[in-house]
C-alpha cells in the first residue's frame, strides 16, 4: 500500500506546478504540526537541544516551518524525477558559486560535492548530474520497490548512483583521481567503524570520514552545495560553498569537525529547510544515555 501511495504521489508531482505541489506541502506540514506523530516529537527535540537559546515561542515556530518544508520535500519530488530533466532543471532559478566548480575542473583537480540534508538536496543533484556528469554515493532505499525508479530518475541527466560498499567506494575515488565530480551527503550518520564523534550544534554526533579521507588521499576540491527552496514555489536558488581548508587536515577529527562546522553555518542560515526530522543523534558515546526516547 505505502508503494502505491508514494506512486500516486509521485507522478501527480510530475503534472501539478510547483507552486501548488508546496502549498499541498505547506497544508501537509501545518497539520503535521498539530496532531502527535514522530516526526513532530523528533524535530522538536532536536530544534530544543541545537538551539537553546531561543524562546520557546520561537522553538515552537521553528517546528512548525520545518515541517512544512519536509512535507515540500515529498510533495515536490515527482516534479524533479519525472519530468524531462530540462524542464526540471528550469525550476532552478539561479545558482551562484557555481565558479568554484569549475576553477577546480580546469586545473584538472576531482571535486567533491558536499550536500547536506538542506533545503532541495534532490533538485542540488540533479544540477551536478545535468552539468558535471557526477558519480553519487548513495544508500539503497527501504521501500525496495522504488529503487529502480529513483535510480532512473537520478541519473537521467548524466549521473551514475553507486552504493556504499566497497565497490561503490572504489568507484568514488577512480572518479576523483582522474578528475572527475562525485557527490555525497556530509551529514548521515555512518556505519558502525566508519566515523568519529566531533560536534555538531555543540552535540557529539557520529560523523563520516569518508569525506575528509577521499580530499585528503586524492587532492579534490571540497564544495558545498544546498538549495533554497524560494518562498510560494517560485523555485530554487542553487548556493555552492567553499569549504574550510581544514576538511583536507591529515588529522580526521580535525577534518570531520570542519565539515560539520561547515554544514552548521549553513543551517543556521535557513534552519527552517533543515531535514530535523532525520535522527542525527541516535548513535551516542560510550555511557551517554539514549538522545531519543520513542
Given at each position: 500500500?505505502?508503494?502505491?501511495?508514494?506512486?500516486?504521489?509521485?507522478?501527480?508531482?510530475?503534472?501539478?506546478?510547483?507552486?501548488?505541489?508546496?502549498?499541498?506541502?505547506?497544508?501537509?506540514?501545518?497539520?503535521?504540526?498539530?496532531?502527535?506523530?514522530?516526526?513532530?516529537?523528533?524535530?522538536?527535540?532536536?530544534?530544543?537541544a541545537c538551539f537553546p537559546e531561543m524562546r520557546r515561542s520561537a522553538q515552537r515556530q521553528l517546528v512548525r516551518d520545518s515541517l512544512i518544508e519536509a512535507a515540500k520535500t515529498l510533495t515536490e519530488t515527482g516534479a524533479l524525477w519525472l519530468r524531462p530533466a530540462e524542464r526540471s532543471l528550469q525550476l532552478i532559478r539561479k545558482?551562484?558559486?557555481?565558479?568554484?566548480?569549475?576553477?577546480?575542473?580546469?586545473k584538472g583537480s576531482g571535486v567533491i560535492l558536499a550536500t547536506p540534508h538542506l533545503g532541495c538536496w534532490e533538485a542540488a543533484g540533479l544540477y551536478g548530474a545535468a552539468r558535471f556528469q557526477m558519480t553519487c554515493l548513495?544508500?539503497?532505499?527501504?521501500?525496495?520497490?522504488?529503487?529502480?525508479?529513483?535510480r532512473q530518475a537520478r541519473e537521467r541527466p548524466g549521473a551514475h548512483y553507486v552504493t556504499t560498499s566497497a565497490a561503490g567506494i572504489r568507484a568514488l575515488y577512480r572518479m576523483l583521481e582522474e578528475g572527475g565530480t562525485t557527490a555525497m551527503l556530509p551529514d548521515q550518520e555512518p556505519r558502525a567503524g566508519n566515523g568519529l564523534f566531533v560536534p555538531f550544534f555543540g552535540i557529539p554526533a557520529w560523523s563520516g570520514v569518508l569525506l575528509a579521507r577521499m580530499a585528503?588521499?586524492?587532492?579534490?576540491?571540497?564544495?558545498?552545495?544546498?538549495?533554497?527552496?524560494?518562498?510560494?514555489?517560485?523555485?530554487?536558488?542553487?548556493h555552492f560553498r567553499e569549504a574550510p581548508e581544514e576538511i583536507a587536515s591529515p588529522d580526521l577529527a580535525v577534518a570531520t569537525r570542519a565539515m560539520n562546522a561547515a554544514v552548521e553555518q549553513m543551517v543556521r542560515e535557513c534552519p527552517q529547510q533543515y531535514q530535523w526530522a532525520y535522527r542525527r543523534f541516535k548513535h551516542r558515546p560510550d555511557g551517554e544515555p539514549p538522545f531519543y526516547t520513542d
Amino acid at each position: 500500500m505505502k508503494y502505491y501511495l508514494v506512486l500516486v504521489i509521485l507522478h501527480l508531482g510530475a503534472w501539478l506546478p510547483l507552486p501548488l505541489l508546496h502549498a499541498i506541502g505547506h497544508f501537509t506540514g501545518s497539520f503535521l504540526g498539530i496532531i502527535p506523530n514522530r516526526l513532530r516529537s523528533t524535530t522538536l527535540r532536536h530544534i530544543q537541544a541545537c538551539f537553546p537559546e531561543m524562546r520557546r515561542s520561537a522553538q515552537r515556530q521553528l517546528v512548525r516551518d520545518s515541517l512544512i518544508e519536509a512535507a515540500k520535500t515529498l510533495t515536490e519530488t515527482g516534479a524533479l524525477w519525472l519530468r524531462p530533466a530540462e524542464r526540471s532543471l528550469q525550476l532552478i532559478r539561479k545558482v551562484d558559486g557555481r565558479e568554484q566548480v569549475d576553477a577546480a575542473q580546469q586545473k584538472g583537480s576531482g571535486v567533491i560535492l558536499a550536500t547536506p540534508h538542506l533545503g532541495c538536496w534532490e533538485a542540488a543533484g540533479l544540477y551536478g548530474a545535468a552539468r558535471f556528469q557526477m558519480t553519487c554515493l548513495y544508500r539503497p532505499l527501504r521501500l525496495g520497490k522504488l529503487e529502480g525508479l529513483v535510480r532512473q530518475a537520478r541519473e537521467r541527466p548524466g549521473a551514475h548512483y553507486v552504493t556504499t560498499s566497497a565497490a561503490g567506494i572504489r568507484a568514488l575515488y577512480r572518479m576523483l583521481e582522474e578528475g572527475g565530480t562525485t557527490a555525497m551527503l556530509p551529514d548521515q550518520e555512518p556505519r558502525a567503524g566508519n566515523g568519529l564523534f566531533v560536534p555538531f550544534f555543540g552535540i557529539p554526533a557520529w560523523s563520516g570520514v569518508l569525506l575528509a579521507r577521499m580530499a585528503r588521499r586524492t587532492g579534490a576540491t571540497v564544495v558545498f552545495a544546498w538549495c533554497e527552496r524560494l518562498p510560494r514555489g517560485h523555485g530554487y536558488h542553487l548556493h555552492f560553498r567553499e569549504a574550510p581548508e581544514e576538511i583536507a587536515s591529515p588529522d580526521l577529527a580535525v577534518a570531520t569537525r570542519a565539515m560539520n562546522a561547515a554544514v552548521e553555518q549553513m543551517v543556521r542560515e535557513c534552519p527552517q529547510q533543515y531535514q530535523w526530522a532525520y535522527r542525527r543523534f541516535k548513535h551516542r558515546p560510550d555511557g551517554e544515555p539514549p538522545f531519543y526516547t520513542d
